[in-house]
């Protein structure tokens, strides 16, 4: 059967939405080839998968997050449903992962939880490469201890975890940032700073300096940049207590062989985090080098209505890890373990049977019903599958009741009864 002719007049075609993209079956593999070694890492490592809304109280943002950030001030797809409640899709998943976390009691008990997630989440930025309006992050949540243990286990974790995808070369860059005994004085320190050349600042660093001037060292802008590159040091700042915190994670790094760096300067954007501050860039990803970003968020459970519960996490950008891949990402998806070709209408109904019987053995059967293709063809589209092997129904195989079984890694073709394909193929459907 062929399709009924396109109708005369076209229709303009819609194209998916600025700052989005589709994943394509094509490059599905190296998505789901990260997906499946976060699994096996994390889970190795005690962690446990949660999914949370796409969509959440904006209100939840804006006191997880900050309300003075960048993300919640400029950044969010926020819209009132319709019965005027205010909704928004989630720009990260930190501030989520630990609502669930009050809402669901999971500090009930002595342990710790360590929760993980993958999913989209959504902010309205400028596209760019590496950067796009709906992206994926792969993230874990550690609640329950502020030791530094926990810092040291899950940085090693990432590292792990990136080292198994083939990322050696990934580097980790890493800060205190200080807590409530010691950050109000460097804040102030960093305003005396500041004021002096508040002329010089761009509108943004304004108003960082009034909300949380440590952000300043966010600001993108060159001439902020060389200010910043001569603004006091949160290291001259820290309290006994983040010292010692911050040297004993540096001292599990030293001990598991991990290369780091310790800069300064590195304080990220949001709100909630203290004492330990981390990113992981490589260098081919250009101006958006930052490949993963966390740190420890002790206040952030307490902010959201819960009790004093520290936190650790880090979210890893899914599509500038699969951009990173080495080789180009020749990871092909597994195709299907059998392809059959009926060649002609009448090999249909003993392509729906064998596929059937086969099915319900357990193996997977990718049927085409488009009989009128060339063997050839089929052939040619069994491979671009990548099917294991091509199960052939022409006209002497449906006159005789057999099938021919043309195995695609090395073409060899045997011809056997239908009634035996089940017992030929033997063995599990994988093997
Ligand atoms: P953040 O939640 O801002 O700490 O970001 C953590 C990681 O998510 C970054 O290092 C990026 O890899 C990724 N990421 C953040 N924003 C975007 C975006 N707009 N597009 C793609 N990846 C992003």
């Known amino acids: 059967m062929r399709f009924a002719a396109a109708p005369r007049r076209m229709e303009a075609m819609i194209e998916a939405p600025k700052g989005t993209r589709d994943i394509l079956p094509d490059e599905i593999g190296r998505w789901q080839l990260v997906e499946a070694r976060a699994r096996e890492t994390f ?19 804006a006191r997880g997050i900050g309300a003075s950030t960048d993300i919640v001030t400029k950044e969010m797809y926020t819209f009132p449903d319709r019965k005027g409640r205010s909704l928004t899709l989630r720009p990260e998943n930190t501030a989520p992962v630990a609502r669930a976390f009050i809402e669901h009691q999971m500090s009930r008990g002595t342990g710790v939880q360590r929760l993980y997630y993958i999913g989209p989440m959504f902010r309205y930025e400028r596209p760019q490469k590496g950067r796009m309006r709906q992206f994926h992050q792969i993230g874990v949540e550690v609640f329950g201890s502020e030791h530094p243990a926990v810092d040291a286990e899950t940085l090693e974790m990432v590292m792990t975890y990136l080292a198994s ?21 460097y804040r102030a320190a960093l305003l005396a700073y500041l004021e002096p050349r508040r002329d010089t600042l761009c509108v943004d660093c304004h108003r960082r300096m009034q909300e949380n001037p440590l952000r300043c060292f966010d600001c993108k802008v060159e001439a902020d940049r060389v200010t910043m590159a001569q603004a006091p040091l949160i290291t001259e700042f820290l309290c006994a207590d983040c010292r010692q915190h911050f040297a004993r994670v540096l001292a599990a790094l030293e001990a598991y062989g991990i290369r780091h760096r310790v800069d300064a300067r590195l304080v990220r954007g949001l709100d909630y985090y203290r004492r330990t501050s981390f990113e992981v860039a490589l260098s081919g990803l250009g101006a958006q080098n930052a490949l993963l ?4 968020y002790d206040g952030l459970i307490r902010e959201l209505g819960g009790s004093d519960v520290p936190g650790f996490g880090f979210a890893v950008g899914q599509e500038r890890l699969v951009m990173s891949l080495p080789d180009g990402g020749e990871v092909r998806a597994p195709g299907p373990e059998n392809f059959v070709a009926a060649l002609g209408e009448e090999a249909v109904g003993a392509a729906l049977r064998l596929a059937r019987v086969l099915r319900r053995a357990g193996r997977g059967v990718v049927f085409e019903p488009l009989p009128d293709r060339s063997l050839k063809s089929q052939l040619r589209r069994a491979h671009d599958l990548n099917a294991r092997r091509v199960l052939i129904l022409g006209e002497t195989e449906v006159r005789q009741g057999t099938v021919t079984i043309k195995t695609m890694a090395d073409g060899a073709q045997e011809t056997i009864p239908q009634t035996q394909v089940v017992m030929h193929l033997g063995g599990s459907g994988r093997a």
């Open 165 to 185: 995808l083939g990322l050696t070369e990934a580097e980790l860059t890493l800060n205190s940032v200080g807590d409530a005994t010691c950050r109000p004085a």
């Open 293 to 296: 970003g966390g740190g420890r």
């Open 43 to 61: 889970e190795g490592y005690g962690f446990r998968e949660i999914r949370t809304p796409i969509f959440e109280n904006t209100e939840l943002f």
